[in-house]
T-cell receptor, first 115, second 114 residues
């Protein structure tokens, strides 16, 4: 069975400061990893994904994440955050062969940007 | 190109009633998945439909059922509603047999059971 642990439920960060949102996963098979963002009263939007290849993945809005197999982690980073980054961030894992099978989500990290 | 569309956006039902939620996938997508997101939680997988059949199912009771139509749209039905069924219900669509694709999510249907 797969599981995802997001270690921080809330992360406050000053505007223009860097941020790291932590995600650890467990799976008995090869995995595909995703970060989604959810703005208030909205659905989920894909930020970035790791399916294979380079372990450093770049996504939209200046976010990037690094897949670390030995530490079973997929932490999300941004060098300088903006007010508009205030949202809920979800890490997810899939063991599907095509990367679009059942997703198992973490409980989310609420990122709050302080002006 | 319209993305994934869900209807209705909000719904209030009484305990014991039945509800039907609808989802139209992104153009060209053939697979629809449904998720339940309780307040303050991450989405939880309910089931996935492909070729009009349920292909995978999460840990949800039989009160939750679904259907996929020939045009790939889908419905989620919940019978005998409980207060605990109050949640945001998300629909996601994707191409099943294509590598390197991801699921696109709709805005969700907010269901409140009173």
């Amino acid at each position: 069975a797969q599981s995802v642990t997001q270690l921080d439920s809330q992360v406050p960060v000053f505007e223009e400061a860097p941020v790291e949102l932590r995600c650890n996963y467990s799976s008995s098979v090869s995995v595909y990893l995703f970060w989604y963002v959810q703005y208030p009263n909205q659905g989920l939007q894909l930020l970035l994904k790791y399916l294979s290849g380079s372990t450093l993945v770049k996504g939209i809005n200046g976010f990037e994440a690094e897949f670390n197999k030995s530490q079973t982690s997929f932490h999300l980073r941004k060098p300088s955050v903006h007010i508009s980054d205030t949202a809920e961030y979800f890490c997810a894992v899939s063991d599907g062969g095509f990367g679009n099978e059942k997703l198992t989500f973490g409980t989310g990290t609420r990122l709050t940007i302080i002006p | 190109d319209a993305g994934v569309t869900q209807s209705p956006t909000h719904l209030i039902k009484t305990r014991g009633q039945q509800v039907t939620l609808r989802c139209s996938p992104k153009s060209g997508h053939d697979t629809v998945s449904w998720y339940q997101q309780a307040l303050g939680q991450g989405p939880q997988f309910i089931f996935q439909y492909y070729e009009e059949e349920e292909r995978q199912r999460g840990n949800f009771p039989d009160r939750f059922s679904g259907h996929q139509f020939p045009n790939y749209s889908s419905e989620l039905n919940v019978n005998a509603l409980l207060l605990g069924d109050s949640a945001l219900y998300l629909c996601a669509s994707s191409w099943r047999d294509r590598l390197n694709t991801e699921a696109f999510f709709g805005q969700g249907t907010r269901l409140t059971v009173v």
